[in-house]
């Protein structure tokens, strides 16, 4: 599949700020599967330099440094990527508990605990007892039973909610599910990182959003997606712009202002326009 995506973040205050370096992710990651045709990003007011590097997760992001005050930021991405991950690719089966991850494999961040292991223990009990010893038939049952919690709304500012929130509440957004799902991973010796990106979706929404899900490592297969807002496992659907161990560590747009007198009030805005052809 071709992706064509339009996405515009707008940030409006009410004084002029003086804007400190800020960092920017949006060009999607090359990697097997997904290759990148096209990227180029547009920002008021013109930046005094950019700068290109690879973060610690080996994600593309630029660091970004303004000269003059604005009240206005505006960040215009345009992206072009080609997509040809097969939804009924083969997996690796594999026997619970997980084997160890050789040290070196996977970064002790994509192992470390999102909550507390009382808290993912009984909603993650009746799962393993149905799956019995197959890895991938618990990953499958862990993905459906995540987006039962599925909230169809849109929350675009905030941080994600603990996995405790999301199983008290029975109910989250994207971000909210995907960290659920790291963590369950990560309870039982599965690596797991979150992923910033987009999805296809459905055709006939018109209003779109960036959109999250987790991967998590298996042992005879790497890195491999999983989308409990959907219930299903990433394919060509998806465009993987970040991954990284929290969601924190993958946010498009990470940066603060300064201002003197008067505490501003700021206002974010943010379009996506996603185009799709086979």
């Known amino acids: 599949m071709l992706f064509e995506i339009e996405h515009l973040t707008r940030y409006e205050y009410t004084r002029p ?13 090359q990697r097997s599967g997904q290759r990148v045709v096209a990227h180029s990003l547009h ?20 660091r970004v440094h303004f000269a003059h005050d604005t009240t ?27 084997p160890t991850v050789a040290g070196g494999t996977v970064a002790a961040d994509f192992v470390a605990p999102l909550d507390s292991a ?6 993650l009990r009746p799962l393993l007892d149905s799956a019995g010893r197959s890895g991938l038939q618990l990953l499958d049952a862990l993905n459906r039973a995540v987006h039962a919690f599925y909230h169809h709304d849109v929350r675009i500012e905030g941080e994600a909610q603990r996995p ?4 008290a509440a ?4 994207c971000r909210d599910l995907a960290v659920l799902f790291m963590a369950a991973c990560r309870h039982i010796g599965l690596p797991a990182r979150f992923v910033s990106g987009y999805q296809r979706g459905d ?35 998806h465009v993987a712009i970040a991954a990284g161990p929290t969601p924190e560590s993958v946010a498009p747009v990470v940066g603060s202002f300064r201002f003197s007198g008067e505490a501003p009030q700021s206002t974010l805005h943010s379009e996506v326009r996603i185009d799709v052809s086979d």
Not at 164 to 167: E, G, V
């Open 164 to 167: 405790a929130q999301t199983l």
């Open 203 to 237: 055709d006939r929404r018109k209003t779109r959003y960036l959109h999250a899900w987790p991967e998590v490592y298996l042992p005879a297969d790497g890195w491999q997606g999983f989308d409990p807002t959907h219930g299903e496992r990433v394919a060509d659907t």
């Open 118 to 123: 009382a808290t993912l223990e009984d909603f």
């Open 72 to 98: 206005l930021l505006e960040i215009h991405a345009h992206i072009a990527v080609e997509t040809s991950r097969a939804a009924a690719h083969v997996l690796h089966d594999f026997t619970l508990p997980p």
């Open 170 to 173: 029975r109910s989250g957004v």
């Open 43 to 62: 920002i008021v007011p013109e930046p005094g330099a950019v700068e290109t590097f690879e973060d610690t997760w080996g994600n593309d992001a630029v």
């Open 17 to 29: 700020v003086s804007l400190d370096t800020h960092v920017m992710r949006f060009r999607p990651l």
